[in-house]
């Protein structure tokens, strides 16, 4: 390895080519060499050390896990990847046997076999599956005219490799996001493909990627063009492999729990081709279930790197936040018993809207109801519904003894009636991100402090703010920060909070933590059953399991839109709850 | 449907976990003199440019008549662009209020100096008219969900032609001096009234926009608009409301318009559109860097119409007001953008 260092001096464009010393062996067999390598990788902002000394290896063929709390420092990884950041000096980053010497840029990383799918998947929504799955490809070949059918029937067949079954003259925005993202994976491992095939062609791109960067056909027979002489043999097995690797980017966190196995079973599809993935992800157990190996980042340094076989979540969780989790116990669950048992906050009866056949439930004072099932299921819908997000067909609702019609319900009459509503996508609906956090709360709040001319009494709205953010546990309690610029762990425990400022009777929430880390979300399950303690009813839809039991004392599983299952006290456990989640599919 | 306006809109940090907790809470003091120095930017520059032409011409530029006429006349400027700074705050764009102006100045001219009506029942169907433009760009938005971009930008031309039908194509002379001394005549410390009124406007403004519930709500109309409807906020209410109010502010400015020249002519108010653009973009990247904002919206006004004036009294010709505008307009925006990528580098 100390090797290679070495090799971050040669000039770029002026080596010899050097002829193919490699055979034609098969990806899977070359595992002795990385497709992906940092080495020492350092990045600083400021006085703050984002990334110190970072090393590690992505081998081809294997799913790597990158995982760590937020700040740790995986996505300054992906954006010195991306070109997004130029790692400071000593840092080295070998990409596909390259040394990489200057900053990579868009382009480059992508010439040198990098692909990445981030959290918003970068597609259009208004256009086909085809045209985004080809987006590269219209723009860079100067075809005069497509012929549609001939590019959906490749598309198609394309899709169909990687096992994903959609039309694809379907418009993109149309797809269930689970799909989007699959199409998406599909595109990047497919670009990694015409990426190699490209770089074997002299004719593709400067002459000096094309002298540089060997790569090999698809066909799998190794034939380098060429490459600098790097002085070891260490890279260029993997140069010439045709290979690459995925970068996903926290590319699940956004997706239903439930969609994330269809998801995986693409990966795997990828993974089989010889490529490498780096898969960064918040969530322990996914890792374990996808990684073969994963690196563990804390405050910027790397705390372990080795294969994920043997490991347990609780192994991993430790080694990510540094300390014993402390698991928040569903105590909650004897809450029913807690003296004013039965008196009903909230009834809802034969809510219909476009996903839910026919769902009746009641929510009691000081109880959390889970209400989860498979995507599709419509078990996010009745939290929408309730929210005025939503818009139902049919229901009515008794709201401590008042009764309204569902069907017209609205936000605005959702605040009147006392329901706070923490929708699913917090960036858009949750909270504006360039505003600060004090006004973001205000907005929930300011009513109470107005005073003549509809003046906003500022001192005293602070006042409550700063409690509010001391009280949720914000970080930083600044009322005057911009919301952006707090972890997404904390912009969503502000949402809470406004939420919960509004003092509602009803708390519905969509996924309240998804996309936040692992200390955040304990924080919020944690939160969340003071919230139902205090006498608030809450009702959270959500599709991760472990969450529900965490946090509910009841769950209704959903299945094609009514309730297949209710499981309160003892059969409230996460595998109870998996397996009637999937046997509603059946 | 929602152009962007460059209020700072949600810019999806990419990743979403960030060290951002350590740049909020130690940022470095020179970041903080950064900001001084972002909100006092167009104030500076201000200074600046006052200064060279004082050098330049010391016996003409800084003379009460030069002020007096920079702060008088272009009242109708800052008015009119207090008006579209309300449903920009909202996120929407409002392209008509030229064309209001216009039409509200020849309303006065026709009526008024041509028809011998009385100017104050002038004023009031001026202003009734700015309600009525204003309420009619506001029903095509909410009820057929078109973009306020086209709707107003039809509206403009529209406006532009009905003054020029009600006008006959010429100017009309003889508006009442009962305005003209209101608007222009009378001076309070040599400056005349209407700059006046153009402050008592943007006051207005500022307390709506920083000082209450109401342009609290509108700040989330145009910044998270989705956030503001499922909080209980009646957008497209707000929406219509700030196009209203910018008809009125408009109509305003034409009144203001009319008095200052003492006559309507039917096609000069169209060129307040993008000097109007040029400020409310430029007073977003000050006092309150990456936010409509009404006071940098004034200091940015009188700005750009001292740059025009100082250089018009330097002999330039009449070429170098389009350029200067335009320019500024291009060069506000670029900041704004500049000054919005650095916000989210900052999280990084």
Redesign the interface.
Known sequence: MTGRHETTQAPEGSSPPIRGRVGSLGSGARSGAAVLELLEVSKA????Q?LDRVSFQVMPGRVHGLVG????????V??VLSG??MPDPGSTVVVGGRVVTTALSGGRSRTLGLRFV???LGVIPELSVTENLYVDRFSTESQHLLRWRDEHARAAALLGAFGVDVDPRRRLGDLPAALQAMVVIVRAAEGLRTTAVARTSPSYGSPSVSAHVAGAGTDGMGRSDGRPDDGGSAGSAAQTSGVGVLVL??AT?FLPFAARAQLRAVVQEVVGLGHGVLFVS?FPEEVLDWADDVTVLRDGRVVADRPTAGMDEEQLVELIIGRKLELVSPTGGGSGHSGVEDSQVLEVHGLRSKEIGELSFSVRRGEVLGITGLVGSGHDQACNVL???AHAEAGTLVLDGRRMSLSNMS??L???AGIA?V?H?R?????????TVA??I???I??RH?GH????R?RQLRREVRQLLLEYGV??P?PD??L?????G?QQKVVIA?AMAQRPRVLALVEPTQ?V?VGARADIIGKLRDVARSGTAVVCATTDASQLEQLCDRVLVLRRGVVGAELAGSTLIEDRIVEETYRSSA | MVVDTQ????????????????????R?RSEVAGDWLGRASVPLAFGVVVLIFTILRPAVFPTIGTFGSIFGSQAVLVVVTLGLLVPLRAGDYDLSVAGTLTLSSMIIGRLNGGGGIEIWIAVAIALAVGVGVGLTNGFFVRVFGINPFIVTLGMGTLLLGITLLISGDQTYAGISPGLIDVVVTDRFLGIPLEFYYAVIVCIGVWYVFE????G??L??VG??R?????????VERMRVGALVVAGVLAALAGILFAGTSGAANPTAGSDFLLPAYAAAFLGGTTITP?RFNAWGTLVAAYFLVTGVTGLAILGIQSWVQDVFYGGALIVAVAFAQLSRRR??Q???
Request: glycine share 12%.
């Open positions: 902002f400021g006085s703050t984002a709390q937020n700040g740790s420092g995986k996505s300054t992906v954006k997004y950041h981030h959290q918003d980017d926290e966190a918040h929210g005025g997000a936000p605005v959702a605040r009147r509503f929708p996508d960036q858009r609906q949750g909270a504006a991100v360039s505003l006004e973001n205000s907005l929930a300011m009513d107005r001319l509809d003046r906003i500022h970080q930083p600044v920060a911009d952006r610029s707090l972890s997404g904390n406004k996309g880390d | 209020q700072p809109e949600p810019q999806a940090a990419p990743g979403g976990d960030s060290g951002a907790r350590a740049a909020v809470t130690s470095p000082h209450t519930t109401l609290r709500r700040l989330f910044s998270g989705e956030v503001a409807r499922l909080s209980g906020v009646r990456g916000a989210s900052e999280i990084i």
